[in-house]
């Protein structure tokens, strides 16, 4: 079996993809959820997936935050392998260091804020910087402040999560992402456990985190027209497939693929 080729794409002339998946394979039992799935991510690049549930959208970034493992194919980032590399014609586990070394460049937010009730704001962001990345306190705290500055949260830096709204914790899983400094930031759903009223401030700091920084973003969302402002490319997933891919003006005023345009009504109206 010759190792996948990983292509540059559009966007990259001069490097490899921030993000690739090569024929990926995922099933949970009988079900097939990824079915030899193909696509890259430019570095800087902002691209939006969109889909019904169960179409493989969330298990993409849980496969690129290695909590589920692939069934066959390969994940690239920066153009190393991730997970899995061809060693004597078989595909094979790469070394755990290897592994954990090429995943600090990815952070994540998850639907649920997932914050340790025990410990403050600060204590929540300062965390995985010191214990993961073996930074120092004071350079983890002065981080910490930066980034609560950031989202609008630095006057709860003292405050225990539950004392705050969902709104709330969702800025300071944010926060805490960003503290470890990824090149890659992955969003699942961010806004789909908050009550409408709370979803706008989050939102508004994730559109200004896409227009002031290069940081290469992978977006589940179901909020339209979020995907439409910050995206450069939407992805619209049915079946473990890429139905149809376009900019997000064509995607949202002129898709081509009839699953599309049948989700889109469905969705809008």
């Known amino acids: 079996m010759p190792e996948p080729h990983a292509p540059t794409p559009a966007g990259d002339p001069t490097g490899a993809p921030a993000i690739e998946l090569v024929d990926v394979?995922?099933?949970?039992?009988?079900?097939?959820?990824?079915?030899?799935?193909?696509?890259?991510?430019?570095?800087?690049?902002r691209v939006a997936l969109i889909g019904p549930s169960g179409s493989g959208k969330t298990t993409i970034l849980r496969l690129l935050m290695t909590l589920e493992e692939a069934d066959g194919g390969f994940l690239y980032v920066d153009g190393e392998p991730y997970t899995h590399e061809v060693r004597d014609g078989r595909r094979v586990p790469i070394p755990e260091k290897r592994r954990r070394r090429v995943r600090r460049r990815v952070g994540m937010v998850f639907q649920q804020f997932n914050l340790f009730p025990n410990m403050t704001v600060l204590g929540n962001i300062i965390e995985a910087p010191v214990h993961a990345?073996?930074?120092?306190?004071?350079?983890?705290?002065?981080?910490?402040?930066?980034?609560?500055?950031?989202?609008?949260?630095?006057?709860?830096?003292?405050?225990?999560?539950?004392?705050?709204?969902?709104g709330q914790q969702q800025r300071v899983a944010i926060a805490r992402a960003l503290a470890m400094d990824p090149e890659i930031l992955l969003l699942d759903e961010v806004t789909s456990a908050l009550d409408?009223?709370?979803?706008?401030?989050?939102?508004?700091?994730?559109?200004?985190?896409?227009?002031?920084?290069?940081?290469?973003?992978?977006?589940?969302?179901?909020?339209?027209?979020?995907?439409?402002?910050?995206?450069?490319?939407?992805?619209?997933?049915?079946?473990?497939?890429?139905?149809?891919?376009a900019d997000p003006e064509t995607m949202f005023t002129a898709p081509t693929h009839v699953r599309t345009q049948a989700f889109l009504k469905a969705v809008l109206g």
């Open 25 to 45: 394979v995922k099933r949970f039992g009988a079900t097939t959820v990824l079915d030899g799935l193909s696509f890259a991510v430019a570095k800087g690049e």
């Open 133 to 166: 990345l073996g930074l120092a306190r004071e350079e983890a705290v002065a981080r910490a402040d930066r980034l609560l500055e950031q989202v609008g949260m630095a006057d709860k830096r003292d405050a225990r999560p539950t004392a705050l709204s969902g």
């Open 196 to 245: 409408p009223e709370l979803v706008v401030d989050v939102l508004e700091v994730l559109r200004t985190l896409a227009e002031t920084t290069d940081l290469t973003m992978l977006i589940v969302t179901h909020e339209m027209q979020f995907a439409r402002d910050v995206s450069h490319r939407v992805l619209m997933f049915d079946r473990g497939r890429i139905v149809e891919e």
